[in-house]
């Protein structure tokens, strides 16, 4: 079973602080996917890394994906409230093209 | 702009009931499916369908049917419901299978 672990589950930061959200497997993905979900509704998706080593920013988040494919991390600078919700990474799976969510981390950021 | 849309939204049921989630999508998506997400857990797939009339099974497909009539409709039924069934059910969808899900907003579903 291919897993994808995410760190941390739960962050909770002060208006203006830095963070960084991992996503780890043993298990090489095409692509990488990070959605952000809000409280009652479905996950919208933010960005999809496709190459190894490969960083996009959107904002003040950045995403990057490991060389080799089995990692990606999520960096927000400056972190506001308006930040705050569920953020869930999925990898597309080399083997079968299947997608695996992480657990996802909560991020609340107070005022 | 309706996406995909589910309903109900919300539902209670005793265990042993039957239901049936309802899931359409207006954007001619082929590839649709069904996660469950629960605390800790993420999302987990349940069924998937790549085309009308093709269904197949994901991570977690015990205790579900799904079928595939239509390009636009993919319910999902519960035969006979169970507390561990307990969950907020998720439909999405996407051109083909290996593009990023468009998601609706969830049925929250409780068996007691």
């Keep these: 079973t ?3 672990e995410q760190s941390p589950q739960f962050l909770s930061i002060q208006e203006g602080e830095n963070l960084t959200v ?3 497997s043993s298990s090489v993905f095409s692509s990488l996917q990070w959605y952000r979900q809000e409280p009652g509704e479905g996950p919208v998706l933010l960005v999809t890394v496709v190459t190894g080593g490969e960083v996009k920013k959107l904002k003040r988040l950045t995403f990057q994906f490991g060389d080799a494919r089995k990692d990606s991390s999520l960096h927000i ?3 506001q409230p308006g930040d705050t919700g569920l953020y869930l990474c999925a990898g597309l799976s080399s083997n079968t093209g299947k997608l695996i969510f992480g657990q996802g981390t909560t991020l609340q950021v107070k005022p | 702009n309706a996406g995909v849309t589910q309903t109900p939204k919300f539902q209670v049921l005793k265990t042993g009931q039957s239901m049936t989630l309802q899931c359409a999508q207006d954007m001619n998506h082929e590839y649709m499916s069904w996660y469950r997400q629960d605390p800790g857990m993420g999302l987990r797939l349940i069924h998937y369908s790549v085309g009308a009339g093709i269904t197949d099974q994901g991570e977690v497909p015990n205790g579900y049917n799904v079928s595939r009539s239509t390009t636009e409709d993919f319910p999902l039924r ?19 299978r ?8 969830g049925t929250r579903l409780s068996i007691l």
């Design chain 1, 2 to 4: 291919q897993l994808l």
């Design chain 2, 98 to 105: 290996n593009q990023p899900q468009h998601f609706g907003d």
């Design chain 2, 78 to 96: 519960l035969l006979s419901a169970a507390p561990s069934q307990t969950s907020v059910y998720f439909c999405a969808s996407s051109y083909v």
């Design chain 1, 22 to 24: 991992y996503c780890n």
């Design chain 1, 77 to 79: 600078t400056a972190a």
